[in-house]
């Protein structure tokens, strides 16, 4: 039987958790930089890589990533709850660092966290097609963030096709809106039609 009243507790646990801005921490702890003066100003693990960190943009991605496992963890194993509250919990996690009320409801591109969230409620095939289509997305189209919400739209379209539940499908919308505010910005530009191969073949064929 599931307490509604733990399940909340895990939920706002999980939200706060993922609120913790720890890349911005490391930033001003190990490099001595405000990492939203670097990149696309978002305080998350891709600008302290930008900032001069490669070590500590390491530790921060890896921090990102395990923020989103803990409660999902706990929810799932301690308490024994249905996958279904486990995806509650996950949204949780994503929105508390997409809108970290420690960080004025501002905050990161969430992606990181969003992977800790799948590794907790072993969506294996998830991760796989995002994979995929995100590397597909990469190689063909210049705009990361046209990347990112391509491979979330074909990823819904996969999980509809092979019949997931309702829960999970449930999940990944609520995923995709999250990702598709926090991503607005870079939409309004083209999603290029180059990518990094053509460009690669392209330099190649200058340096022949």
Same mark, same amino acid.
């Given at each position: 039987?599931?307490?509604?009243?733990?399940?909340?507790?895990?939920?706002?646990?999980?939200?706060? +958790?993922?609120?913790?801005?720890?890349?911005?921490?490391?930033?001003?702890?190990?490099?001595?930089? !405000?990492?939203?003066?670097?990149?696309?100003?978002?305080?998350?693990?891709?600008?302290?890589?930008?900032?001069?960190?490669?070590?500590? *943009?390491?530790?921060?991605?890896?921090?990102?990533?395990?923020?989103?496992?803990?409660?999902?963890?706990?929810?799932?194993?301690?308490?024994?709850?249905?996958?279904?509250?486990?995806?509650?919990?996950?949204?949780?996690?994503? &929105?508390?660092?997409?809108?970290?009320?420690?960080?004025?409801?501002?905050?990161?591109?969430? +992606?990181?966290?969003?992977? *800790?969230?799948?590794?907790?409620?072993?969506?294996?095939?998830?991760?796989?097609?995002?994979?995929?289509?995100?590397?597909? *997305?990469?190689?063909?189209?210049?705009?990361?963030?046209?990347?990112?919400?391509?491979? &979330?739209?074909?990823?819904?379209?996969?999980?509809?096709?092979?019949?997931? !539940?309702?829960?999970?499908?449930?999940?990944?919308?609520?995923?995709?809106?999250?990702?598709?505010?926090?991503? +607005?910005?870079?939409?309004? =530009?083209?999603?290029? =039609?180059?990518?990094? &191969?053509?460009?690669?073949?392209?330099?190649?064929?200058?340096?022949?």
């Amino acid at each position: 039987m599931i307490d509604t009243a733990t399940v909340a507790v895990l939920a706002t646990g999980a939200f706060f +958790l993922g609120a913790c801005p720890f890349s911005l921490w490391i930033g001003r702890l190990k490099l001595r930089k !405000d990492i939203r003066k670097f990149g696309d100003g978002n305080p998350g693990a891709a600008n302290v890589f930008k900032a001069g960190g490669k070590a500590w *943009g390491v530790i921060a991605l890896v921090a990102d990533i395990l923020k989103g496992l803990p409660f999902i963890l706990i929810a799932l194993f301690v308490f024994d709850y249905s996958q279904p509250v486990g995806y509650i919990i996950a949204v949780c996690a994503v &929105l508390g660092h997409a809108f970290s009320p420690f960080l004025g409801f501002h905050g990161g591109k969430a +992606l990181a966290v969003f992977a *800790g969230t799948l590794v907790a409620l072993s969506q294996w095939d998830v991760i796989m097609c995002l994979a995929i289509l995100f590397f597909i *997305g990469f190689l063909f189209i210049s705009n990361d963030a046209w990347t990112v919400m391509c491979g &979330l739209a074909g990823t819904l379209v996969y999980l509809s096709l092979t019949g997931a !539940d309702t829960w999970k499908i449930a999940f990944m919308a609520c995923i995709t809106a999250i990702l598709l505010i926090k991503h +607005l910005q870079g939409l309004k =530009t083209s999603p290029g =039609t180059s990518g990094r &191969l053509l460009s690669w073949i392209r330099s190649r064929r200058k340096t022949a």
